[in-house]
């Protein structure tokens, strides 16, 4: 049997030989165990025992009681220190306070180290996510207002009518577009609005689409709308400057509301081009504006188109009700509305409309800067001054059918200049019988306000548009060479 304790006392002081070598083990492994760091308790005892004397500790540790297991019978001593080996040594727990304080002190400050890198680890995180969250937000917001501004429906085609009532506030009509899902949002709106200074917005009523930003329904809304309400727009027709009436019959026919090329207006070219030559139509359209048709060419005075150059180039709408009259008569009703300024003054200037659209769409023609248009327009009036023919070849291509199409640098320098036609203005002196295209408002305009010039001479570069001009025929012979005749050579 084995006895549950046993009481060590002085009497194993005698014992020398097997204390030191106990000591000396004890000694060893608790310096391993400091050189590893595996316990603060080793580190403890280490210092205990190298401050104890070799007596001392053996007497305050070995007469504790100690709880153990062993034989009742130790038969040598190499057995007794055996079991003196694996017995557990209990701690000393009179040692003064001082020496545990420092391993105390440090261990707070590891605490408060530890505690204090996990909080900043905290906060980072915390920052992190704050900034991230407020980038995202921001990126967000920005692509809400982006899309805000954007058409609701690009592809839509429907027109929607609306009322701006008078007086309306900005947010007022905002709200009234939304009504209407003819735009995203009305706070934004209302916001880009006010930052984009659109507070010119006019009252009555208005043909507004879903495949209108937001920038073109602001600008809309600031030309007046009609007093009544008016049938919604079914499609657009464009006009270009300078397409003589030919081009206008083939544009009539294409719907440019939409982005598909196949969407065709109601209008034919060939209803169209019988509509213009309508002699009646054409008389009720000198009744209802006399100032603009009141010096129209006549039937017989040679022009091919009565009506050529008389139809503003611009958009114009149309709906389920127009008609191909009613459509002509908005065109000529734009030509009208802008030759009002002009009206009274061209008596001053010894001019008809008639002869302010032909020499314009000559201008429109020959030049494409305003600039070089003031010039081009003094060298005509220059020569009508003195009786020289304007030698244009835009009118000879007019007379060929072939203005409009694209020419070579060649073709226009060997022109037919003796073609047998009133609009042969190489042969002819003064003016053809009527215009050969319809004139941009730049043009009319430059051509009313000419510059004061001593050119009677120019040459226009068709590759490049460059137009080169003279005062005597040697100098401009010269710029042909130059400017013409050399590139067709090379």
Not at 329 to 342: C, F, G, I, T
Request: glycine letters at 4%.
């Amino acid at each position: 049997m084995f006895e549950r304790s046993f009481i060590v006392t002085k009497d194993a002081r005698e014992k020398d030989g097997q204390s030191s070598s106990f000591r000396d083990k004890i000694l060893r492994e608790l310096e391993e165990i400091k050189a590893t760091s595996a316990s603060e308790k080793a580190d403890l005892k280490l210092d205990f025992l190298s401050s104890t004397s070799d007596t001392q500790w053996l007497e305050e540790d070995l007469t504790e009681t100690v709880p153990l297991y062993r034989p009742s019978l130790i038969e040598t001593a190499s057995k007794e220190e055996e079991l003196v080996e694996d017995t557990p040594i209990s701690p000393n727990t009179n040692r003064n306070a001082e020496d545990i304080q420092p391993n105390m002190r440090l261990r707070r400050r590891r605490n408060r180290k530890t505690q204090d890198n996990l909080a900043k680890r905290i906060v980072k995180y915390v920052m992190t996510a704050v900034i991230l969250l407020i980038v995202i937000t921001g990126i967000s917001i920005c692509f809400y207002i982006k899309s805000s501004l954007e058409p609701v429906n690009a592809r839509a085609t429907e027109m929607v009518q609306v009322e701006i009532p008078e007086g309306s506030s900005t947010k007022e009509i905002a709200r009234i577009l939304e009504e209407h899902h003819l735009i995203k949002n009305a706070t934004v709106f209302n916001y880009y609005s006010k930052l984009k200074s659109y507070n010119h917005f006019q009252s009555g009523f208005y043909n507004l689409s879903q495949s209108m930003s937001v920038d073109r329904l602001a600008k809309a809304l600031q030309e007046s709308g009609t007093a009544t309400a008016q049938e919604p727009i079914a499609g657009k027709v464009l006009i270009v400057e300078g397409y003589t009436i030919k081009q206008i019959a083939q544009a009539v026919t294409d719907n440019v509301h939409t982005s598909d090329k196949e969407d065709k207006t109601p209008f034919t070219a060939e209803a169209f081009l019988e509509t213009v030559q309508n002699e009646a139509f054409i008389e009720r359209m000198v009744a209802a504006y006399p100032k603009l048709l009141g010096s129209l060419p006549a039937a017989d005075s040679g022009v091919k188109y009565r009506l050529e150059g008389y139809l503003f180039p611009a958009t114009y709408d149309y709906s389920t009700e127009t008609t191909m009259e009613g459509l002509v008569e908005q065109m000529l009703a734009a030509m009208d509305s802008r030759l009002q300024p002009y009206y009274e003054q061209l008596a001053a200037k010894g001019l008809d409309v008639n002869q302010l659209l032909t020499l314009a769409s000559l201008v429109e023609k020959e030049g494409s800067t305003d600039e070089d248009r003031r010039n081009i327009a003094s060298v005509f009036f220059n020569r009508l001054n003195i009786g020289m023919p304007l030698q244009s070849n835009i009118a000879i291509l007019y007379a060929m059918d072939k203005l409009g199409e694209e020419t070579t640098l060649k073709e226009d320098a060997t022109i037919d200049t003796n073609i047998d036609s009133p609009y042969n203005i190489y042969v002819n002196a003064g003016l053809m019988p009527g215009p050969v295209a319809s004139p941009s408002l730049s043009a009319i305009e430059a051509t009313f306000s000419s510059n004061k010039t001593g050119y009677y001479y120019f040459v226009a570069d068709v590759t490049t548009g460059a137009v080169y001009f003279a005062a005597t025929g040697e100098e401009h012979n010269q710029n042909v060479e130059k400017y013409v005749n050399s590139k067709i050579n090379n």
